[in-house]
């Protein structure tokens, strides 16, 4: 039964943010069918931004009308949503409609902000209902959050999303290639012309490599099949995970255990944050019904900021500029840091598992580190489309390596202020979701203008680049 607990916790952990996750992942093939083109991560953007309407709702509810709230059919109308919005996205994801003297991908902008509210809200219902459930289930949560990230990037693999070739273009003198640029984590299209002369009476031409995507090896209907199937799977775990009693492995010991630890906190005992408690849940239902308060208002406080700080970096910051930091050395390099920092978030709460580590200044060291890889990241993105050892296999290894640590590093972090924020209450759980939304949607808000208006990064074509010694 424990097993099948993990198991049906990881599975509902992977439904918070598989849907808008796995429509990054299959931006590659819809940009070159849908009439916005390239611009359509930056509609994507603004309409997940206007989403966060769903977790303000649902905080001011908590605060202000709390007996209102019920996560239990919240989080099963999330759920439902969001799987019958994924169906309708198989079939409904390239109509267009005439608006404002074009065409306009209606229908997908508005099934996309249906994902984003189901994805956004379950931040601020899903970790409050984990309370119910004893404290170490929290740790398989996140994997299976980490998971809602790998699985669309592993099926997008198999269907070829993104893989591209060069091509040699010419064109008469005059015209121009009209590179699209991408400004969200994908790939432009060729730049760096080359003037050719023709014959004596003959005009001259432009001749130039370009990339082009190679065809998938399934089509987006297939896959966003795949991804309603996935959503289903958790509506399906939550249904038989809020079935189950709310502290099915407690012991009156471990409820005497819970009590003579909780009342013999004091904030000066700063050590105690390093240690482990008891591996069941009612020293948290002891939190809920008796009001008890084990952390100190200061050391709330830090945590709330690190998570609000950690979930900018990771969910709204770093990602926009992934792909000018990657491309510059390489599809190959683009897509192992992709992969390979997805495949670093669930090994990273698994490691948690293990070895948990509860210390702020352990975890603070952590978010430096982090960080650090972070801005070494950012700092390549920047350079683009010349960063450092461009064309050195040194260079590659770098950049790969960096993103694989920076999502690690951070996301052990998450997931141990979940954890000692799932020891203090539900309410603390569910500010934490707040947090968590807060932070990346300032992540998101601070990078839109950099990216997409001032155009602060340069993207490169590894078809055509050349950069000098």
């Not at 080359?194 to 004596?200: D, S």
């Not at 495949?343 to 430096?368: E, K, Y």
Request: with cysteine.
């Amino acid at each position: 039964m424990a097993f099948l607990n993990h198991l049906l916790v990881c599975v509902f952990g992977m439904g918070s943010w598989v849907a808008i996750n796995g429509l990054w992942v299959e931006l590659p093939l819809l940009v070159m069918e849908l009439p916005e083109g390239w611009y359509l991560p930056s509609y994507l953007t603004v309409v997940i931004q206007l989403a966060n309407v769903g977790p303000l709702l649902v905080t001011l509810l908590h605060h202000f009308r709390a007996r209102w709230l019920s996560d239990v059919p919240i989080i099963f109308t999330m759920l439902g949503i969001g799987t019958v919005s994924c169906a309708l996205f198989a079939f409904l994801w390239n109509v267009t409609s005439w608006v404002l003297g074009g065409l306009h991908s209606i229908a997908f902008l508005v099934l996309t902000f249906f994902l984003a509210l189901v994805d956004c809200t379950s931040s601020v219902t899903f970790l409050p209902f984990m309370s119910r459930l004893p404290a170490h289930y929290l740790t398989t949560f996140f994997v299976g959050e980490g998971l809602s990230g790998l699985l669309p990037s592993l099926v997008a693999l198999a269907q070829g999303s993104g893989l591209t070739t060069c091509v040699n273009i010419t064109k008469p003198a005059g015209t121009t290639s009209g590179p699209m640029t991408n400004r969200e984590n994908r790939i432009p299209q060729g730049v760096n012309d080359t003037l050719a002369t023709g014959l004596p009476g003959t005009a001259a031409s432009t001749v130039h490599l370009e990339s082009r995507y190679l065809p998938a090896n399934f089509s987006p209907l297939v896959f966003f099949l795949l991804l309603s199937s996935m959503m289903s799977c958790c509506l399906a775990a939550f249904f038989f995970l809020q079935r189950q009693p709310r502290c099915p492995e407690a012991s009156p010991g471990d409820l005497s255990n819970s009590q003579v630890t909780l009342h013999s906190f004091r904030p000066q005992d700063e050590k105690d944050l390093g240690s482990p408690g008891p591996a069941d849940g009612t020293k948290d239902q002891e939190h809920l019904e008796g009001g008890l308060a084990p952390q100190p208002p200061a050391h709330l406080t830090v945590i709330y900021l690190l998570v609000a700080f950690v979930n900018a970096l990771t969910n709204g910051v770093l990602p926009s500029v992934q792909t000018y930091s990657c491309l510059s050395y390489g599809p190959v390099a683009y897509h192992l840091s992709a992969t390979l920092s997805a495949m670093a978030n669930p090994l990273a709460c698994f490691l948690s598992m293990f070895l948990p580590n509860r210390s702020l200044p352990f975890l603070g060291v952590l978010v430096v580190l982090g960080s650090g890889f972070g801005a070494y990241n950012m700092a390549m993105a920047v350079m683009s489309p010349c960063p450092l050892l461009q064309g050195h296999w040194g260079g590659e290894t770098l950049i790969v390596t960096s993103w694989v640590l920076f999502t690690g590093c951070l996301s052990y972090v998450k997931v141990m202020l979940g954890v000692i924020l799932r020891d203090q209450s539900r309410s603390a759980l569910l500010w934490c979701g707040a947090a968590v939304q807060g932070g990346s949607l300032l992540g998101a808000l601070l990078m839109f203008p950099l990216v997409n208006v001032w155009r602060f990064f340069s993207s490169a074509d590894s078809c055509s680049l050349h950069c000098s010694a």
